[in-house]
């Protein structure tokens, strides 16, 4: 088992910027990639970004590459989202969520984070 508990969110004016965190505990040995997802309202859930706990070897989605920059600290088992120039449709929940060695799907999830950006 891993727990995920993120923060960070919160009401952000268009332009401006955000730095989610995600701290991990449990099996954290066990851990292969952590991934950032969000959900907007009426959308379904869409990948943000991954990267590699041991390799630090990062995934993107392209339309959020340039302004989404993931990264970790092993030390204090916690991944961040760093989030620039935001724009009023990345108002959404966000999630972090961990994939274990072995495993194929990310079956931990944190309880999310609201990001709302305004105009």
């Known amino acids: 088992q891993v727990q995920l508990v993120e923060s960070g969110g919160g009401l952000v004016q268009a332009g401006g910027s955000l730095r989610l965190s995600c701290a991990a505990s449990?099996?954290?040995?066990?851990?292969?990639?952590m991934g950032w997802f969000r959900q907007a309202p009426g959308k379904e859930r869409e990948f943000v970004a991954s990267?590699?706990?041991?390799?630090?070897?990062?995934n993107y989605i392209a339309s959020m590459k340039d302004r989404f920059t993931i990264s970790r600290d092993n030390s204090k088992n916690t991944v961040y989202l760093q989030m620039n120039s935001l724009k009023l449709e990345d108002t959404a929940v966000y999630y972090c969520a961990v994939c274990l060695v072995g495993a194929d799907n990310y079956d931990f999830w944190g309880q999310g984070t609201q990001v709302t950006v305004s105009s």
């Open positions: 449990g099996r954290t040995v066990s851990v292969y990639r």
């Open positions: 990267i590699g706990w041991n390799t630090g070897t990062t």
